[in-house]
């Protein structure tokens, strides 16, 4: 069984930054793919960013695009989305979730969700 732990998020003001972090024990191979998700009172859940471990490649959503990384914490052990210029909008519960392969997929394992509330 894959797990999935997310941690680091809280109230921000506008324009201010927070990190979230995703641990895994699937961190352990070499083939996984880390995708953030979030969803907002009353939206669907959305994929924010996504990063293939196997070649490196990340991906964003245009909302987030420029604003937030995602990036491996190699000395951590741990896969980092570092948020900047926090928006209201950004306001959400914020989801890890780990697929064992190339791809986010949204099938693999899943954390239990950090709250960002960003305020105006």
């Known amino acids: 069984e894959v797990r999935v732990v997310e941690s680091g998020g809280g109230l921000v003001q506008a324009g201010g930054s927070l990190t979230l972090s995703c641990a895994s024990s699937a961190f352990s191979f070499d083939d996984f793919a880390v995708g953030w998700y979030r969803q907002a009172p009353g939206k669907e859940r959305e994929v924010i960013s996504c990063l293939s471990n196997s070649d490196g490649r990340t991906n964003y959503a245009p909302a987030v695009e420029g604003r937030f990384t995602i990036s491996r914490d190699n000395a951590k052990g741990t896969v980092r989305l570092q948020m900047n210029n926090l928006r209201p909008e950004d306001t959400a519960v914020y989801y890890c979730?780990?697929?064992?392969?190339?791809?986010?997929?949204?099938?693999?394992?899943w954390g239990q969700g950090t709250q960002v509330t960003v305020s105006s």
């Open positions: 979730a780990v697929d064992l392969g190339h791809h986010c997929s949204g099938l693999g394992s």
